[in-house]
């Protein structure tokens, strides 16, 4: 059994089920990406694995503990972080104090973590006094991590992280994410640029319609000739 097992998830939001059937799996220290054209359930697929969206069939385990049934608070203390796609940084409060919220279940001191975080991400110590509403989106997003790993994840969750910035945030972005990975936390993400997800994927998803249509390394979903003509462009 993988440290994160999703098999069969069946579901939606109350009406027809969106997923139908999906299995994920990813090991610690590896990144498993879910790519697939719009509407296929990536993002819905995330929600299910961290609680968000209760299942009709199928589950969820995490290090062998079955935890279907828990919420998604619960998830966070066992070891999940997730961070979504928008609304993903208290625009209010200072960096420093967005961080400090992504505390808020431990009951030791988190400046250890706090600093670990600053150094994958120097920006953020620059303008830790500074309010997140003001930073750009690429720092923003570095919040949005930041504030997830201050919880100590064994697993990490990324919707869509690299939505809206430029391409040269994004290649930033993939590089703090397997700077991560190389700690030994696993890193589930759903990602709208494919190609370069896939790029650094120890194992891929491609969903179509809720269901897995491929699965397998990274590697060799970006050389499948089916992948590459029918998501990648060729």
């Known amino acids: ?15 027809a ?27 819905t697929a995330m929600k ?11 589950r969820v385990t995490l290090d062998g503990d079955d935890i279907t049934r828990l919420k998604p608070q619960e998830r966070v203390a066992r070891g999940m972080g997730f961070v979504p796609q928008t609304r993903n940084v208290f625009t209010g409060m200072t960096v420093e104090e967005n961080l400090e919220m992504g505390a808020y279940l431990r009951d030791d001191d988190p400046a250890e973590t706090m600093a670990q975080v600053f150094a994958l991400f120097p920006v953020l110590a620059e303008k830790r006094g500074q309010r997140a509403g003001e930073l750009s989106g690429g720092q923003r997003q570095q919040v949005a991590v930041g504030r ?27 590089d703090r994410i397997l ?22 994927a120890d194992r891929g998803y491609v969903l179509v319609q809720g269901t897995n249509r491929h699965t ?9 000739p089916d992948v590459r003509r029918s998501f990648l462009g060729g």
Do not use: H, W
């Open 179 to 200: 700077e991560i990975r190389a700690t030994g936390i696993a890193v589930l993400m759903v990602e709208q640029n494919a190609r370069q997800a896939l790029e650094i």
């Open 17 to 43: 089920d969106i997923l139908c059937g999906c299995a994920l799996a990813v090991e610690r220290g590896e990144i498993a990406v879910i790519v697939g054209p719009n509407g296929a359930g990536k993002s």
């Open 148 to 174: 997830a790993l201050m919880t100590r994840p064994s697993l990490l969750m990324l919707d869509e992280p690299t939505a809206g910035v430029s391409p040269k945030v994004m290649d930033e972005l993939f």
């Open 216 to 224: 397998d390394t990274g590697a060799a979903l970006l050389a499948d």
């Open 48 to 58: 299910a694995v961290f609680g968000m969206l209760a299942l009709r069939e199928g």
């Open 1 to 15: 059994m993988s440290f994160l097992s999703a098999e069969a998830m069946t579901g939606g939001y109350g009406g």
